[in-house]
Structures are given as structure tokens and as C-alpha cells.
T-cell receptor
């Protein structure tokens, strides 16, 4: 079974631009979560989608948004990029039903904002 | 609000040593706890998942324990090898949420 895939793997943008990251979950998984990892703040939860609905949200500004499609693939968008948005963005998928399932993480997208 | 702490922040040991990494959390109402490994510049690899009803899990040279009442988990690595060098993260899934709260990690270096 294929794992979680994220595209692109690396991205360079300039301040003020916007960016869209994509995540394809493991087949059959309906939940996709997004996390941001920076050296200063560590790994922080952005949001989680289940069956095309945002079910949970972290403490990030409205510039960070996401969506999930009917095939469970998810996209994350960051508008008006700031230097501090440079980070590794990880997505994770799980069945989404019940709290005991494992979340499987993708390889991440490394975003550099210049 | 769930907070997860990992001690030590960094650890350097000679090859062959047994070692223990610590993780503590403030809210004992958890669904599960996971230990992850992260190599530099890479994503996360799940090592062990402990359900809230379990006390420990084992995989090869790794053993993780969970004591919910005291808000602690330990990851025991037996006979460490240079290939074990990485950052180890613990993450807690709190009841009523679908998000993991991560610790800041322990950076492990095993010297040959």
C-alpha cells in the first residue's frame, strides 16, 4: 500500500506570494492533518480534515487555509507569505474514525520564503 | 492545554549502550502516544504507538512504556547503534481532539 505523498518536496517563494501544497493520503484514509515544523516552534498542528470538512484547527492566522477533496486528497494554502513561514510542512493521514488509529506522516514539503 | 516535554534535549552515547529517552505530558486524558524518529531534513517515521489502555509496546530493540497517571512515557533503546542517530519525538493525541501535540524532541548521537 502506497504511503502518504506530498508535492512538491521543495519550494522557494518570495515574501508576499502565495503557495499551495498538496497531500495524498494512504488509500482508504479519510482524515488528513497538517503540521508545521520550524526550528524555533517545533512541530505544531495546523488543521485536520475529515470527509471534506475541517474538523480541527490549530492557532495559526487566517493566511493558512486548507481543503479536502472527495477523494480525500488535501491541499494547504498560505497567502501573503512571510519569512517566518519558512518551514517543513508535514501532512499525516489516518482512517479518521476513532481516536486510536495511527497517523502516518508524509515526507514533507520544505518551503523557503526569501 | 496539553503540553509535552522531552528530556534530555540532546544525548551522545557510545555504541552498544542502552539508553532511555523521556517524555512527559500534562493532561492524562489521552487516546494514544506515539514515538517518532526524524532524520535530518526528513519526515517522521513512526516507531511505536501506545494506546491509552496499554502499558508498553515493543519493536525489536525498542521498548516504549506509558504511565498515564503520572503523565510519563519512556523510550528504551537497547544496544544502540550509529544508525540510531536521529531526533526522537513523542506525540500525544488528547481525548476529544484529532491532533497530536509534539514534544521538542531528543537529538541522539551514537558514536561508533
Amino acid at each position: 500500500k502506497a504511503g502518504v505523498t506530498q508535492t512538491p518536496r521543495y519550494l522557494i517563494k518570495t515574501r508576499g506570494q502565495q503557495v499551495t501544497l498538496s497531500c495524498s493520503p494512504i488509500s482508504g484514509h479519510r482524515s488528513v492533518s497538517w503540521y508545521q515544523q520550524t526550528p524555533g516552534q517545533g512541530l505544531q498542528f495546523l488543521f485536520e480534515y475529515f470527509s471534506e470538512t475541517q474538523r480541527n484547527k490549530g492557532n495559526f492566522p487566517g493566511r493558512f487555509s486548507g481543503r479536502q477533496f472527495s477523494n480525500s486528497r488535501s491541499e494547504m494554502n498560505v497567502s501573503t507569505l512571510e519569512l517566518g513561514d519558512s518551514a517543513l510542512y508535514l501532512c499525516a493521514s489516518s482512517s479518521g474514525e476513532g481516536g486510536s488509529e495511527t497517523q502516518y506522516f508524509g515526507p514533507g514539503t520544505r518551503l523557503l520564503v526569501l | 492545554k496539553q503540553e509535552v516535554t522531552q528530556i534530555p534535549a540532546a544525548l551522545s552515547v557510545p555504541e552498544g549502550e542502552n539508553l532511555v529517552l523521556n517524555c512527559s505530558f500534562t493532561d492524562s486524558a489521552i487516546y494514544n502516544l506515539q514515538w517518532f524518529r526524524q532524520d535530518p531534513g526528513k519526515g517522521l517515521t513512526s516507531l511505536l504507538l501506545i494506546q491509552s489502555s496499554q502499558r508498553e509496546q515493543t519493536s525489536g530493540r525498542l521498548n516504549a512504556s506509558l504511565d498515564k497517571s503520572s503523565g510519563r512515557s519512556t523510550l528504551y533503546i537497547a544496544a544502540s547503534q550509529p544508525g540510531d542517530s536521529a531526533t526522537y519525538l513523542c506525540a500525544v493525541l488528547t481525548s476529544g481532539t484529532y491532533k497530536y501535540i509534539f514534544g521538542t524532541g531528543t537529538r541522539l548521537k551514537v558514536l561508533a
